[in-house]
């Protein structure tokens, strides 16, 4: 496979500019004068998946956050940060985590490899396996046993983002946002729902619900 020099980067960022700016005179103008999309995508850092043309829809549409596996780690500021920005700022109407079949971060983790700094990251993923383990004892094959932990992945991923105090208060001020968890696969390039979404507080188990300063309490 050819390599492309950096230099050929800037050439063809220069015909894709000139090629959207024929086909739309006004879309950049219109794209640097405004940010509100409806949607934030959590999505995986692999090539493979690019957000925007999974779902049809341009630039300045959807608002994306990506890492390995897809994963929504109550300490890890930086997605944290990009889900307040979302819902408080940009007031997202859906929360989509969208993972996919045959995803190395979720693979790594299931082989038990050693791969160094990473493990840690995806050792959120060895607790899903975990939780799990009598779905993954009653299956045979090991493609089967990784697309299994790939789709429970992106479920607790949805409830991961449900329990934030982010969304509870959003919930809780009656903000209209719901969170769902979507799989993609590679081999042809289709999305599945995966039934988990969530639109209010008493879609999450009590004990994870907070007493939002929203609501009150003596009512």
Same mark, same amino acid.
């Given at each position: ?42 999505? %995986? ?14 630039? #300045? ?17 930086? %997605? ?18 969208? #993972?996919?079949?045959? %995803? ?57 983002? %449900? ?57």
């Amino acid at each position: 496979m050819s390599r492309t020099t950096i230099s050929e980067l800037f050439s063809r960022n220069r015909e894709w500019a000139r090629q959207v700016h024929e086909s739309d005179p006004d879309f950049f103008k219109t794209l640097a004068s405004q940010q509100s999309p409806e949607y934030l995508w959590i999505g %995986c850092s692999d090539s493979r998946v690019p957000a925007n043309q999974i779902v049809g829809l341009l630039p #300045g549409e959807v608002f994306v956050h990506r890492n390995v596996a897809n994963m929504v780690v109550h300490t890890d500021f930086n %997605c944290l940060t990009v889900l307040q920005y979302a819902v408080d700022v940009l007031k997202v109407k859906h929360v989509l985590v969208v #993972g996919h079949y045959n %995803c190395g971060g979720v693979k790594a983790a299931f082989d038990d490899a050693d791969n160094g700094l990473i493990d840690n990251w995806l050792r959120n993923i060895k607790d899903v396996q975990f939780a799990h383990q009598d779905k993954f004892d009653a299956l045979n094959g090991y493609e089967d046993k990784l697309d299994l932990l790939c789709e429970l992945n992106i479920m607790s991923q949805v409830a991961n983002v %449900c329990r934030t105090t982010i969304l509870q208060n959003a919930w809780a001020r009656g903000q209209t946002v719901e969170v769902h968890g979507w799989i993609y696969r590679l081999q042809d390039g289709l999305l599945r729902d995966l039934n988990c979404s969530a639109s209010r507080a008493e879609h999450i188990p009590e004990m994870y619900r907070i007493i939002s300063k929203h609501v009150d309490i003596d009512s």
